[in-house]
């Protein structure tokens, strides 16, 4: 009886809050036999079914409003936040965790093991003639070369901020946009809904006087300057975006942390003046906190730097050397044919086909209840991998 009254409130989560990982969504529907962190790697013997929601589904409030309305608590109801036996049955659906790759990493073994003498990467300088002075050339070379192979970035002309993830380097571009007297009144900050729900959050967590949240992009009309944020593939509902305001007075950032070949099929490089990208979906590295940016205008880049500068002094080295051996691997996999030595341990391939499954199961599952129903996305033809394949986001939306 428990486990069902657990049950119903993910369920009623799922309806209300609606922005979710792929893993944990799964997690719900096959929540049968599953241990914790096999979901997604259990061998064909072990796979279990999806459960008949649909049984359930009397019990479940329909969610009201219309998709585009942005009801996702960061703080999920207590009796999810509730301490509970964790057998498999209880989900925290407060965030997603993209553990899904660690078993490709776990197969690298020491290819991908990065050790460092007690004595090593002590100062706090990287590179004092680099505009970003705490920037690890070998992780900026990383960076060069991967979106060179990959194609889903211009790297020619752009300076490289990296930042403690991309959460960083978003309060430092807001930052460096915004006009430094502080007269007047602060900017805008919009996002065609439905947007990362963190954006908002974010934006006027500290209660900046420089810029503040305005809402969905779609209403904003004023003619005043702003910063439009273009996620794509956007999370919540991976949708390809562009941006949606039709001002003078706009200036663009691309967050393209889902821009990869595993997600969406890659057209062309993106070639924007403000473009983040992060290791925590590229990779999977969430804990290592690294993202960069790739940023045209040389002023903005210096006060981003600026920005991390004063806010942490820099970032990790550490940790920009075990990305960068990462990433060298990443892109040196790309090349490995599955007859060569490596095994073809191409990391994309084995990221797409990680994906590729999860949507099948989910799409399953969903296509088994009334309650839910999940986006359909036009294919194409990736320029990377040759796969024609629609998008398979790595987070999900329900209506
Ligand atoms: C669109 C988008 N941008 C940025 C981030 C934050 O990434 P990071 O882990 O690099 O801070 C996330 C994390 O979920 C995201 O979905």
Redesign the pocket.
């Known amino acids: 009886m428990k486990g069902h009254q657990n049950m119903l409130s993910i369920k009623h989560f799922l309806v209300v809050s609606m922005a979710l990982n792929v893993g944990l969504i799964s997690r719900v529907l096959f929540i049968g036999d599953i241990k914790r962190g096999d979901v997604f790697f259990c061998p064909e013997s072990e796979k279990t079914l999806p459960v008949d929601i649909s049984r359930e589904e009397n019990h479940v409030e329909k969610k009201k409003n219309d998709a585009t309305s942005i009801e996702i608590p960061i703080s999920p109801p207590q009796a999810i936040m509730a301490p509970q036996k964790d057998d498999g049955s209880v989900i925290n659906l407060d965030h997603?965790d993209p553990t899904m790759y660690e078993k490709y990493w776990k197969q690298t073994g020491d290819k991908t093991t990065v050790v460092i003498p007690g004595w090593q990467l002590i100062s706090y300088f990287s590179d004092i003639r680099n505009i970003c002075w705490f920037l690890e050339n070998e992780f900026a070379d990383a960076i060069v070369k991967l979106h060179n192979k990959v194609g889903n970035a211009v790297t020619e002309g752009r300076h490289i901020v990296v930042g403690t993830?991309?959460?960083?380097l978003?309060q430092a571009v807001l930052y460096a946009l915004c006009p430094d007297n502080s007269g007047s009144e602060p900017m805008s900050v919009v996002s065609a809904a439905p947007f990362?729900s963190?954006y908002p959050l974010m934006t006027d967590f500290l209660k900046s006087g420089l810029y503040k949240w305005g809402g969905d992009a779609h209403e904003f009309n004023a003619d005043k300057p702003y910063i439009e944020l273009v996620?794509s593939p956007?999370?919540p509902d991976g949708s390809s975006r562009e941006a949606v305001v039709n001002g003078r007075r706009g200036i663009l950032v691309h967050?393209l942390?889902?821009l990869w070949p595993q997600y969406t099929p890659i057209s062309s490089p993106a070639d924007h003046d403000i473009m983040?990208f992060?290791?925590?979906?590229s990779t999977g590295h969430?804990g290592t906190?690294?993202?960069w940016a790739l940023i045209k205008d040389e002023e903005i880049a210096r006060k981003m730097t600026k920005f991390i500068e004063l806010n942490t002094i820099g970032v990790s080295k550490d940790s920009q050397i075990r990305a960068a051996k990462i990433l060298s691997h990443v892109s040196e996999s790309i090349d490995n044919k599955p007859e060569s030595d490596q095994g073809g341990d191409n990391f994309f391939e084995f990221a797409y086909d990680v994906m590729a499954k999860r949507w099948t199961q989910l799409r399953a599952a969903v296509n088994r209840t009334t309650l839910f129903s999940l986006p359909s996305f036009p294919s194409g033809t990736c320029s990377f991998s040759g796969h024609t394949f629609q998008p398979q986001p790595g987070?999900t939306w329900k209506e």
Not at 165 to 168: A, C, F, V
Not at 278 to 281: A, E, I, N
């Open positions: 997603g993830g991309s959460t960083q978003y990362y963190s996620t956007n999370n967050d942390a889902y983040l992060t290791v925590s979906k969430a906190r690294l993202g987070i």
